[in-house]
């Protein structure tokens, strides 16, 4: 089993900035993709940034040039910093993660709990 854990989630100003960082333990043989969703209510759950283990990274247009997604493979940690953040950005972010638990590298998808991220003055 993979357990992902988030912190970094609060509230915060329009145009401040936040850091969510999401750590993955278990049982973990190679971890591909990772990312951040969002979910606001009413609405569904989307990507936000995902990043492959080589490093390519992917943003939806609504946080391009404002969020950076980044990983360190070797701690497997996922971590986005968010930064002139606006109100509509409010929502609970998820730490998501492809993870292959042996050599056979069948993958599975595993989510965190989430962290709540509100941006209001």
């Not at 145009?15 to 049982?27: F, I, W």
């Not at 939806?60 to 070797?74: P, Y």
């Not at 950005?89 to 989430?114: I, K, P």
Request: proline share 2%; hydrophobic share 35%.
């Amino acid at each position: 089993q993979v357990q992902l854990v988030e912190s970094g989630g609060g509230l915060v100003q329009p145009g401040g900035s936040l850091r969510l960082s999401c750590a993955a333990s278990g049982s973990i043989f190679v971890i591909y993709t990772m990312g951040w969703y969002h979910q606001a209510p009413g609405k569904e759950r989307e990507l936000v940034a995902n990043i492959t283990k080589v490093g390519s990274t992917k943003y939806v247009d609504s946080v391009k040039g404002r969020f950076t997604i980044s990983r360190d493979n070797a701690k497997n940690t996922v971590e986005l910093q968010m930064n002139s953040l606006k109100p509509e950005d409010t929502a609970v972010y998820y730490c998501n993660a492809a993870v292959a638990s042996d050599y056979r590298r069948r993958w599975f998808e595993y989510w965190g709990q989430g962290t709540q991220v509100t941006v209001s003055s």
